[in-house]
């Protein structure tokens, strides 16, 4: 079992900055893509970018030039940087992870956080 703990979100303004977190927990053999995703209510789920384990980014179009996503393998950790934030960036973002976990065997799964709030609003 994984767990997936999630930070930051909250409120900014156009123009500002915020920064998400997510902490992976559990039998974790290995991770490989994390990610993070974002959803409107009744709406469905999108990528807003990926890492792999060499590091190789992916970025939705809208992301491309003003959010970083970085991941830190020692702690399991996904991080996303957002900046220049406009205010159809606000949604729900989650943290996705492909990942290994072993206990008798090696078991590959996809997991996600609970998900954030982030809106941005003068």
């Known amino acids: 079992q994984v767990q997936l703990v999630e930070s930051g979100g909250g409120l900014a303004q156009p123009g500002g900055s915020l920064r998400l977190s997510c902490a992976a927990s559990?039998?974790?053999?290995?991770?490989?893509?994390m990610g993070w995703y974002r959803q409107a209510s009744g709406k469905q789920r999108d990528v807003v970018a990926t890492?792999?384990?060499?590091?190789?980014?992916n970025y939705a179009d809208s992301a491309k030039g003003r959010f970083t996503i970085s991941r830190d393998n020692a702690s399991n950790t996904v991080t996303l940087q957002m900046n220049s934030l406009k205010p159809e960036d606000t949604d729900v973002y989650y943290c996705?992870?492909?990942?290994?976990?072993?206990?008798?065997?090696?078991?590959?799964?996809?997991?996600w956080g609970q998900g954030t709030q982030v809106t941005v609003s003068s």
């Open positions: 890492i792999n384990s060499s590091g190789r980014t």
């Open positions: 559990g039998n974790i053999f290995s991770i490989n893509t």
């Open positions: 996705n992870v492909d990942v290994v976990t072993k206990t008798t065997f090696l078991i590959r799964g996809v997991y």
